[in-house]
Nanobody, 128 residues
Framework: QVQLVESGGGLVQAGGSLRLSCAAS????????MAWFRQAPGKEREFVSA????????YYADPVKGRFTISRDNTKNTMYLQMNSLKPEDTAVYYC?????????????????????WGQGTQVTVSS
């Protein structure tokens, strides 16, 4: 019942930047963690970054540490991912993930099964 809409993807050269947004809506949207995952062609979906409701706790996968920054604005029900120094390896469909009310699975922020609400994804392509 939660609606998640990603935006901000596009085509950029290596070394460039993009800022992704995820707008959440719906009656069952929970005041809980949110995350970004990505999936490259021929590969499984992988964790990118996560953030607690308050924004106090943030987590990053090793490949993006120091380059990506996750944030959220709860007054707008929106999560962001600022991506700098982009590399061709970052090329993937980026998905926004959240938790519906009453969903409590997942001990760690990086676990896919800790999220039951997913957006349709936004394409990020980084050329070499």
């Amino acid at each position: 019942q939660v609606q998640l809409v990603e935006s901000g993807g596009g085509l950029v050269q290596a070394g460039g930047s993009l800022r992704l947004s995820c707008a959440a809506s719906g009656r069952t949207f929970s005041r809980d963690r949110m995350a970004w995952f990505r999936q490259a062609p021929g590969k499984e979906r992988e964790f990118v970054s996560a953030i607690s409701w308050s924004g106090y706790n943030t987590y990053y996968a090793d490949p993006v540490k120091g380059r990506f920054t996750i944030s959220r604005d709860n007054t707008k029900n929106t999560m962001y991912l600022q991506m700098n120094s982009l590399k061709p390896e970052d090329t993937a469909v980026y998905y926004c993930a959240a938790r519906g009310i009453g969903y409590n699975r997942g001990s760690y922020y990086y676990q896919e099964d800790g999220y039951d609400q997913w957006g349709q994804g936004t394409q990020v392509t980084v050329s070499s």
